[in-house]
Antibody, heavy 121, light 111 residues
Framework: EVQLLDSGGGLVQPGGSLRLSCAAS????????MSWVRQAPGKGLEWVSG????????YYAASVKGRFTLSRDISKSAIYLQMNSLRADDTAVYYC??????????????WGQGTLVTVSS | QSVLTQPPSASGTPGQKVTISCSGS????????VNWYQQLPGTAPKLLIY???QRPSGVPDRFSGSKSGTSASLGISGLQSEDEATYYC????????????FGGGTKLTVL
């Protein structure tokens, strides 16, 4: 059974940093791309970043490029989203999502339960 | 402002068919496949339709998808109360370095 366990969310001040983790199980991790998708309170879904199956390519939304870094550890079947220079508009539930293929183009066939990031002073 | 355009709301009565539209451009829907997600209140999104019209295992055939040019649509026939949710379309966009774009979501109300 595929499982994605998101963690690492919390309250952080503007300008601060946070690192999200997503632990995956139930599938051959290196064969599939992974992404983070976020949802601000009461708003729609926004794709944040994606990483290819072997970790060789990463993609970022314009809104986070230069501030967020996505990486994966194949040995631990996990991905990490390092978020720096956080702003109030980064406040959202962040979902880890598995792609159906090696490139993070979608579709996302499995999702984590989400972890809440709140950026506020 | 979402890159893909969806109506913010839709409604229907039990048993009816509803259609939700999704409009994009040549760099996203026009050149890549469309996926649809269903999000029930307070839960993570769930893949509903992928590659324009394919249904994952377990998704009832009441749900259908289609694509034409730079637009796509999701059809839900035999509407049921448990279909009340928010539906999102999504696609890869080839512009810049590439990224995934979502529609703003359509809140479906079953009257």
């Amino acid at each position: 059974e595929v499982q994605l366990l998101d963690s690492g969310g919390g309250l952080v001040q503007p300008g601060g940093s946070l690192r999200l983790s997503c632990a995956a199980s139930g599938f051959t991790f290196s064969n599939y791309a992974m992404s983070w998708v976020r949802q601000a309170p009461g708003k729609g879904l926004e794709w944040v970043s994606g990483i290819s199956g072997n970790g060789g390519r990463t993609y970022y939304a314009a809104s986070v490029k230069g501030r967020f870094t996505l990486s994966r550890d194949i040995s631990k079947s996990a991905i990490y989203l390092q978020m720096n220079s956080l702003r109030a508009d980064d406040t959202a539930v962040y979902y880890c999502a598995k792609d159906e293929a090696r490139s993070p183009y979608g579709p996302f066939d499995y999702w984590g339960q989400g972890t809440l990031v709140t950026v506020s002073s | 402002q979402s890159v893909l355009t969806q109506p913010p709301s839709a409604s229907g009565t039990p048993g009816q068919k509803v259609t939700i539209s999704c409009s994009g451009s040549s760099s996203n829907i026009g050149s890549n496949t469309v996926n649809w997600y269903q999000q029930l209140p307070g839960t993570a999104p769930k893949l509903l339709i992928y590659h324009n019209h394919q249904r994952p295992s377990g998704v009832p055939d009441r749900f259908s998808g289609s694509k034409s040019g730079t637009s796509a649509s999701l059809g839900i026939s035999g509407l049921q109360s448990e279909d009340e949710a928010t539906y999102y379309c999504a696609a890869w966009d080839d512009s810049l370095n590439g990224f995934v774009v979502f529609g703003g979501g359509t809140k479906l109300t079953v009257l």
